[in-house]
Every structure is written in C-alpha cells, then in structure tokens.
C-alpha cells in the first residue's frame, strides 16, 4: 500500500470487511455488494499520487486542486459526482500556548469516502476505530463519516476553546496584579501574540457554520436525510464554539483598552510624583538665585541670622510643600 494512504477498507452493513487493494476493483464491489461502501485515507498525497485516486473516483478537477494545494478555507462543494467538504482541524500545543491550524478535506459519494489530511494535527485513526466499534451507526453509509468526522473536529474545537479561555484567565490575572503590567512593550506585545491565535482559531471555526448548517438541512446531495438531527447537533456545538470564540475575543479587546487605560493612568501618576518633586526643588533654587546675585543694597546681607533664617525658611516651605502634595495624593 502507498506510504500516502493510511488506511483502506470496505465497510458492509457497518462492518469491516476485507478487500481488493485496487481502488478500481474495491469500490467495483462496494456497489456490487449493496449496502457497502469505501472509505480511502490519505496523508499529504503528491499530484502523481492523488491522480489514480482522482481519476478511479471520478473526482472533480477543482475539487482535486484544492485537496491538493491546501490552504483552503472550510467549506462545503457540490458536483455531479461528489461532495467536497473541507475542514480546518485545530492543533493547541500547552508548552508554548499557540493554536495552529491542518487541513481535512473529504469526498463523499456513490459508495465511497475519500479523506485527504494535511498537517499532523486530527489524525483520524481514532474516529474510525470508533465508527467500527458502532456498526449500528456505519451501516448507514458515508453520511456517517462525514457526520463522524465533522463532530470529532468540532468537539476538538470546544477542547481548545476551554483552553484558550484558561489562558485568557491567566493573562488577564498577570495583567492586573498589582506588580503586572509595568513593561508595558511586553505586555502589549502578549496581548496582540494572544488575538493573533484566537485569529487563527476564528479562521477555522467561523466559515464552518455555513457548510455545516447546509449539511444539516435537506436537499445535499449524498447526504442521508436521515443524518439531519445529528448535523444539528454538530451545528449547535459549533455555534457555542464561534460565540466562545467572539467572547474571547471581546473580552481581549477589553483588556487591551484597560491595560492602555491603566498605562495612561500609571503615566499621569509619574508626571505628577514629577512635577511635586520639581516644585519641591524650585523654591530652594529661587530663594538661592535671589541671594547669589551678590547685589550691595541688600539688608538681609549684613544682617547676623540671614543664613539661618533663610535655611529656615527653605526647610519649611519644603516640609509644607511636601505635606500638601502627599495630602493630594501626589507622593
């Protein structure tokens, strides 16, 4: 078996069965067989790789670029032959609090599931040990991969949600301590690193609402009608996930603007510790500047307690200046 295809089976009244290992020959008995069908995965295929896929499938040729190219926004296509559906399964990675983003595309039709992954993240060994565990739900086709694997990487969604929420917590928390938020570059540059991750997560969650609300809809080709309740679910998970996402997001945005506030606050509290301590000093600085002119007619001059006096008078300006500030809150 090609090192792209990871796994490949004939599944009849839900169960698996074995097969022919030709594509050709394999889904030629599927439809032989009745109630069966082929379900293909594969990982990161080359253009010469996919091409036997595409061409024993029948699949459409924009739909075969874009499982090629990735890079694709999550949506739903319908041709003739084949539904296309594409995914964008989210990566959290705890050691360094980022969210990346793979690529899950799927083919849906006569009989058959193709699913192409690109990236490490969603691998799909486990949603297809656990369809096989259920035989009662994967007799009903392909709609229950579709429907299979648009849940598990809908559920994912939630999970990373939970997370980023929990980050989300903590920043806000070093933030607003009471030693949080003095590098103000830092703290600013962790607030737009942080909308930038929930970005990328929006990017997958928020264009997946319209295919899946389609898929739970009637009318779409290759999907069973059956299936509409259990797309509604995955429709109402999403939908909590988007508004998670949008609170998140909000509530970033929030603390962005207090941290700003908080820094223009902190800044108006220096100038006025600044402005106390230079009128401190100023009164000094005159009384000085007024006795060095070294002016003849001056009577405090010849007088025996000029000097003390005018320390005197320097110390209680200053003990009073400082008392008035301190008062107002400006020391």
């Known amino acids: 078996m090609p090192a792209m295809i990871v796994d490949c089976a004939i599944y009849h009244e839900g169960r698996r069965t074995e ?57 739903l296509e319908v041709y003739d032959d084949s539904l296309f559906m594409v995914l964008k399964p989210v990566v959290y990675e705890p050691q360094t609090d980022t969210v990346s983003t793979g690529e899950l595309m799927l083919f849906v039709g006569d009989s058959f599931v ?5 990236g490490e993240g969603a691998p799909l060994k486990a949603v297809r040990k656990r369809l096989e565990s259920e035989p009662e739900l994967l007799k009903h086709g392909p709609t229950t991969v579709l429907y299979a694997v648009s849940d598990a990487v809908v559920d994912h969604y939630t999970e990373v949600a939970a997370e980023l929420q929990t980050d989300l917590e903590e920043l806000e928390a070093q933030i607003f301590s009471p030693s949080g938020g003095r590098d103000t570059k830092d703290t600013a540059s962790r607030i737009y690193t942080f909308k930038r991750q929930l970005l990328e997560f929006r990017r997958a969650t928020g264009p997946l609402a319209q295919p899946v609300q389609r898929l739970a809809s009637a009318g779409v080709p290759f999907v069973s009608a059956k299936s509409q309740p259990f797309f509604r679910d995955v429709d109402d998970h999403l939908m909590r996930t988007n508004e998670s996402v949008e609170g998140l997001d909000r509530l970033l945005s929030d603390i962005l603007s207090a941290h700003l506030a908080q820094v ?3 800044q108006n509290d220096d100038m006025r510790k600044i402005s106390a301590w230079a009128a401190m000093a100023a009164v000094p600085t005159m009384l000085a500047g007024v006795y060095g002119m070294n002016f003849d007619h001056m009577p405090e001059l010849h007088w025996a307690w000029s000097y003390p006096a005018l320390i005197v008078l320097m110390v209680l300006l200053e003990v009073g200046l400082y008392g008035l500030f301190k008062r107002r809150g400006w020391l």
Do not use: I
């Open 264 to 266: 223009s606050v902190r």
């Open 19 to 75: 097969g022919p290992r030709d594509f050709s020959d394999a889904l030629e008995r599927a439809r032989a067989v009745g109630d069966s069908f082929l379900w293909v995965g594969l990982h990161e295929p080359t253009e010469e790789e996919f091409e036997l896929v595409s061409t024993e499938f029948g699949l459409h040729e924009l739909a075969v670029e874009d499982a090629l190219k990735a890079h694709q926004r999550p949506k």
């Open 114 to 118: 193709v699913t192409v992954r690109h």
